[in-house]
């Protein structure tokens, strides 16, 4: 798939533990958006690696839902539980490099622990399990089951110091081991962790450039120096902002009266939403109304705010007043 690649090559990854709301389906547009008007293409995959969250029946609905946006695609979808294979090949290739161990900690125990927490919230590894013994990993493994970490380099090598520049947010600087430390490539229920799977999804489904929602801005270290590892191109990343309550509260799938299926009910229409949407990021006129097509030729990363979209009365007034 890879060799098809001569351009940019974005993706939607839509993760079926709900319907999309307009934060998913902001992120989803500016990422349609950047690879169309480079003249590139779209990938879709379903992230329902996680027993979680897999569902076939919500993961349509999110599939309808693009499509009722008008947001296309050229390949796909791939579904990551389909996957196991090329992510079991890679965890081995890190395995028989000697990059990974085997960790024990409980989720209670890493987040009781003193260590602070990385960007993205996830606890910074302390290195607990990184010098077990072997005898101690027997033992220890005939009581539990253990994830796997991926070891990164101390804090003064230069290996672990990751830069990279993204779209919108300019040059980003992360060192590893004081930022997130040693980080989980498999969780202990054998369930691959989504910083490999989505490393190893993009560099073989051909993405050269990955947009989502600037939450996860701090991931993007832990996976370029994965996609390093195992050999890959790193793509180009573009981080959007959130859409956020007027507390700041980022919106969630559970505020079911800002899904699309709810909106859609109420009679809202898809060039209603995408430019509603458009409007409050700086990518259109107020009072647009618009299919993602018309707003191609448009189309800057140097128009898109930086700061987060509060959806407050005036942004839910201009989506759902009436037609005139």
């Not at 839509?14 to 547009?29: E, K, V």
């Not at 987040?111 to 910074?124: E, F, K, L, R, V």
């Not at 040693?182 to 993009?202: I, M, T």
């Not at 458009?278 to 109304?289: D, F, N, R, S």
């Amino acid at each position: 798939m890879g060799e098809k690649n001569q351009g940019v090559r974005g993706r939607f990854a839509p993760t079926p533990s709900g319907r999309m709301h307009l934060g998913n389906a902001f992120a989803a547009l500016v990422a349609w958006l950047s690879a169309r008007a480079a003249g590139g293409e779209m990938v879709l995959r379903i992230e329902d690696l996680d027993p979680r969250a897999a569902n076939r029946e919500r993961a349509e609905a999110l599939i309808e839902d693009l499509r009722w946006l008008g947001l296309d695609w050229d390949e796909g979808p791939y579904w990551q539980s389909e996957r196991g294979e090329a992510y079991a090949d890679a965890i081995a290739r890190l395995d028989a490099a000697g990059l990974t161990y085997p960790c024990f900690c409980s989720r209670a125990e890493l987040h009781a622990a003193s260590a602070p927490h990385a960007s993205d919230g996830t606890p910074i590894y302390a290195g607990t399990c990184r010098g077990l013994s072997a005898d101690e990993v027997a033992r220890r493994t005939a009581q539990r089951p253990p994830a796997t970490r991926l070891r990164v380099p101390n804090a003064a090598d230069p290996a672990g110091t990751i830069e990279f520049l993204d779209l919108r947010y300019g040059t980003n600087r992360e060192v590893l081991a004081s930022e997130c430390g040693d980080f989980l490539v498999r969780r202990s229920d054998g369930v691959v962790a989504y910083q490999l799977a989505v490393v190893v999804d993009d560099a073989l489904m051909g993405v050269t450039q990955v947009v989502r929602g600037r939450d996860l801005l701090g991931s993007c270290a832990r996976q370029i120096y994965l996609a390093g590892l195992l050999g890959f191109d790193a793509p180009q990343y573009g981080h959007v902002p959130l859409l956020v309550a007027p507390d700041g509260r980022r919106l969630a799938k559970r505020e079911k009266d800002l899904d699309l299926g709810a909106l859609r009910e109420r009679g809202v229409s898809a060039e209603r939403v995408v430019g509603t949407l458009a409007a409050a990021a700086g990518l259109a006129e107020p009072g647009c109304e618009a299919t993602p097509t018309e707003l191609v030729s448009a189309f800057s990363w140097s128009r898109l705010w930086r700061e987060d979209i509060v959806v407050n009365e005036a942004l839910l007034a201009a989506l759902t007043k009436p037609r005139t």
